[in-house]
């Protein structure tokens, strides 16, 4: 009798382990460039799919190192999301390295996410770089403006879609709840925000427009002298001599920035400086993209007080 | 009975689906009419919204075009926001892309910069893409060295000259296929005259089954870690002693086949197998596809997450030297890199690659008698390159280091070289190195005898500069 229950509950375990991995299997992968995108895909998918990101948190997703272990995630992906606006131009090279036909360029699963965002800072003359690290195609950090999780979600949904037609009306199911549940918050955010409107703000790397623009906020400098640049001593005068003038009372920085020169800036012209959580999981308490948003303008909030 | 029931229950439905009684006419006409009235006053509402639409747009079309900041000047303070209740609308925030007007025909006789046409019709109209990097060396070293032509740069001694200008050409073909086409300029000889050649051209197949690719044309071969890399994008300055033996010094590059596979594992492996002509003067020079030379590589990952990262490969190419003997190099290659959480570059980089070679060669006995033997010879390199600041002017410094030993493929004798040297990056556009490398080389006895046109080459004291820049377009470099 022993001996058949035994070998009942091994039965069983197996299958329950088997049935697992099955749908396991059948779940899609999906690979993202970044954590932001991470976050918005994952409100998209729910549990229909297993979702990862290239770069952590903590990295500058501007200028990633390609190793052949991003290689062996883009390897087994079924969909590979990517900003579109050159900032994650390494993904390519990660892709042409993971010999996963699904994820190259012009192939179904391949999702660009920008389509359709009304792009802010894009050059109206010719750039060069002379002009620093400039971005040809306007400023590609749409996805830390909670008004564009809309589109963002969509195009995501789009993408997904066009691979696993049979789960869009999860997929529109549960990006609805989540536009929802942004909605509510972008309501509290900007009264949050509503008295600080038209106030000056200093920037270290101009990664924070859309966020700012959202909310009426005004970046008036940037504490690098040109995107990528870092700033020179005859910089640093002039960005102190601006603050003091235009009263600004907040530097926000990136968490991979020189933060203790932005900090001594902010110190110099009466300000203060704090990290904001340029992409989702980059600051500790900010694993989900409305706790990123939630972080960044309760401290710009505080900052501008 | 069942009958009975199932007429009743038909008949009840039917009952129930009849058409109701006449309901009261003047109330429907009154419903209608108020219907009627709630269509007309949404049309009026709609015309307003229209109108008024209209207007704006020809007033904002008629508005001049701001001028555009200066670079470097702090970015102009956005539009104001309308936020209103909850979300704002996302319209108001619009900075459009230029629009994509076609050029007047007074715009083409207007005089104008390079390439002017082309950026007013928009960024990606040009379906690839195209850089320019340029890699210029200058060297001094003693006199009976340049007699020889026994430096690192052989003819080139105690020279500035221009070691590759490349102007490359990348992209998608279409929805399966990319390629890629260097043409690479540079001086060889003490004339000044400038050779242009076609480095690399070549296409991937990307869309194939099972995790395989296949690349075709003419490329730098995939054999150990640097093989692969032009010189402009080499760790260091100059070709590594052992490769530069055993490979000449433009290295392996070949055209033929080359075929990828990346297994579904957990970990990373890439197996590669290639076959070319064999065009390399060096080692492998018989220059026949029929006759092919044979390339295999496997590549492997360890990603110590915080603690860095290795690669390690080992690679194989098998053919015949221009006289038709046998030839076989194997390499094995590693390479750690350490990138301390939330640093852009490497701290700390180590290096090196180990190679064997058996090449059949031709040696007289003491008869007389010409005997073919298989001489096996090895050579290895390794590099060292400390960046130790993230930030700050010291982030634009780094500090390397490498050690080559090794022995000829063809003769006996060894030499051995210690470099020191120091980079400077204004940005990741520009490069300027200072070196100093010391070269030993043993007594040797056959035809390498380092002592040609009364100079010497045993003892060999060099400095070097070398200034790199890269214009345009750069693809993402590999680990």
């Known amino acids: ?305 | 009975m069942r009958v009975i029931v199932a007429l009743a229950f038909a008949l009840g439905l039917l009952a129930q689906a009849a058409p109701a009684p006449a309901q009261d006419a003047e109330a429907l006409r009154r419903e209608m009419e108020q219907m009627r009235k709630q269509f007309e006053a949404m049309q009026e509402q709609y015309k307003k919204a229209m109108d008024m639409m209209t207007e704006r747009l020809e007033r904002v079309e008629a508005r001049p075009q701001p001028p555009v900041a200066a670079p470097g000047t702090p970015a102009a303070p956005p539009a104001p926001m309308q936020p209103a209740q909850g979300a704002p609308p996302v319209t108001d925030l619009v900075a459009q892309r230029p629009p994509g007007s076609d050029p007047s025909p007074l715009d083409l006789i207007k005089p104008r910069q390079p390439f002017a046409l082309y950026e007013r019709r928009g960024p990606g109209q040009l379906l690839f893409d195209m850089g320019v990097t340029g890699d210029f060396i200058g060297n001094l070293t003693q006199h009976n060295v340049q007699k020889n032509q026994g430096g690192s740069f052989p003819g080139l001694e105690n020279l500035f000259f221009p070691r590759e200008v490349e102007v490359s050409f990348f992209g998608q073909i279409d929805p399966y296929a990319r390629a890629e086409v260097r043409v690479e300029a540079g001086q060889d000889s003490r004339s000044g005259e400038l050779t242009v050649n076609l480095a690399e051209a070549n296409l991937t197949l990307m869309a194939l089954p099972f995790g395989t690719q296949l690349k075709l044309g003419k490329m730098r071969n995939r054999f150990g870690y640097l093989n692969q890399i032009h010189a402009h994008d080499w760790p260091f300055i100059d070709n590594p002693n052992v490769l530069q033996q055993f490979f000449g010094k433009e290295g392996l590059v070949e055209s033929g086949f080359e075929a990828t596979w990346v297994p579904p594992l957990p970990f990373y492996l890439e197996l590669l197998g290639g076959v070319f002509n064999g065009e390399n003067d060096v080692a492998f020079g018989r220059d026949q596809i029929s006759n092919p030379l044979v390339t295999g590589r496997l590549r492997t990952f360890l990603d110590l997450d915080e603690w860095g990262a290795v690669q390690l490969g080992s690679s194989i190419a098998a053919g015949q030297t221009p006289e038709q003997r046998n030839s076989t190099i194997v390499g094995f290659d590693a390479k750690y890199k350490y990138t301390p959480p939330g640093w852009q570059r490497a701290a700390f980089t180590l290096l090196g690659e180990y190679l064997l070679s058996f090449r059949d060669v031709v040696v007289t006995d003491p008869d007389g008698r010409d005997q073919t033997r298989t001489r096996n010879s090895q050579g290895f390199y390794v590099f060292g390159g400390l960046q130790p600041f993230n930030h700050g002017e010291l982030s634009k410094w780094l500090l390397g280091f490498r050690y080559d030993r090794t022995q000829y493929p063809a003769a006996s004798g060894t030499e051995w070289a210690v470099q020191p040297f120091l980079a400077y990056y204004p940005s990741e556009f520009l490069r300027f190195r200072l070196g100093y490398k010391q070269t030993t080389r043993s007594q040797c006895c056959s035809y390498l005898d380092f002592q040609d046109n009364g100079g010497s080459a045993k003892q060999v004291s060099e400095y070097f500069l070398q200034a790199t820049f890269i214009l345009g377009a750069h693809p993402a470099h590999p680990f």
């Open chain 1, 1 to 305: 009798m022993r001996r058949l229950i035994t070998l009942t509950i091994s039965l069983a375990t197996a299958w329950i382990t088997f049935s697992a991995a099955a749908a396991d299997a059948q779940k899609l992968r999906v690979i993202t460039s970044t954590t932001d995108l991470k976050a918005l895909t994952e409100v998209v998918t729910g549990d229909l799919a297993e979702v990862d990101a290239m770069a952590r948190p903590t990295q500058n997703p501007h200028d990633l190192e390609v190793r052949p272990s991003l290689m062996i995630k883009v390897r087994r992906a079924d969909a590979m999301i990517v900003n579109g606006l050159e900032l994650d131009d390494w993904a390519d090279v990660v892709a042409q390295g993971a010999n996963n036909p699904n994820v190259i360029p012009g192939a179904p699963g391949r999702i660009d996410a920008s389509r359709g965002i009304p792009v802010l800072e894009v050059p109206k003359t010719r750039v060069d770089r002379s002009m620093g690290d400039v971005h040809p195609v306007g400023n590609p950090h749409y996805t830390l403006d909670p008004g564009m999780a809309s589109i963002v979600t969509q195009n995501i949904l789009e993408g997904l879609a066009r691979i696993a037609p049979q789960h869009r009306a999860a997929f529109e199911r549960n990006r609805q709840q989540f536009l929802a549940r942004v909605d509510e918050a972008v309501g509290r955010w900007t009264k949050m925000l509503e008295p600080y409107k038209g106030s000056p703000v200093v920037v270290n790397h101009a990664l924070w427009i859309y966020l700012l623009t959202r909310f009426g906020v005004v970046q008036v400098g940037t504490v690098e002298e040109r995107p990528g640049i870092p700033a020179t001593a005859n910089h640093i005068v002039k960005l102190v001599n601006l603050m003091k003038e235009d009263r600004v009372k907040a530097v926000i920085a990136e968490p991979w920035s020189d933060f203790k020169l932005v900090q001594r800036i902010a110190q110099e012209a009466g300000a203060s400086a704090a990290i904001l959580a340029a992409t989702v999981g980059s600051v500790k308490g900010t694993d989900t993209f409305i706790e990123a948003v939630d972080f960044n303008v309760q401290t710009l909030a505080q900052m501008l007080k």
